[in-house]
């Protein structure tokens, strides 16, 4: 978790070159956000949200479509390896969680992370 919580704060802080906020918050349930029959199935289940949130540039849908693509990255040689978000999905899926990603040019990208709530008695 704290892997998953770097990378996508790290994202949100490169999403904001000229400084910004960025908004972190945890949430037992989901929130009114997801629609996709995945999510509805998972509705179903107990689960937990981390949302990480930032006013920064966006993104593009044909950018969108490619974030979680092991090495795809839109940041100069050097500056980024297009690994982040990759790892990202691996560990989500590793937790049978799912990822709801609301973005839009320029309009900044807020990302929740739904995680099946874990048991206290097992
Ligand atoms: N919060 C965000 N706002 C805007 N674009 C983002 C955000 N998070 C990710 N992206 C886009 O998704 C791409 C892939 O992100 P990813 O974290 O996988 O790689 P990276 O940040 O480019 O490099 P690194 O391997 O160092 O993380 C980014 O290059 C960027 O274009
Ligand atoms: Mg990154």
Request: charged letters at 20%; a negative charge; hydrophobic letters at 40%.
């Amino acid at each position: 978790m704290q892997q998953l919580t770097m990378n996508l704060v790290v994202n949100a802080i490169h999403a904001q070159p000229n400084g910004g906020e960025v908004r972190i918050g945890a949430h037992r349930g989901r929130g009114a956000a997801q629609t996709s029959p995945a999510q509805v199935r998972q509705l179903e289940q107990e689960t937990v949200c981390l949302v990480i949130e930032d006013d920064g540039i966006g993104m593009t849908p044909d950018v969108r479509e490619r974030m979680f693509e092991p090495f795809f990255t839109t940041k100069e040689v050097g500056q980024g390896t297009g690994l982040g978000l990759s790892v990202v999905y691996g560990i989500v899926e590793e937790h049978a969680g799912e990822i709801d990603v609301r973005t839009a040019a320029g309009a900044g990208t807020c990302i929740t992370v739904v995680l099946p709530q874990g048991r206290d008695d097992v």
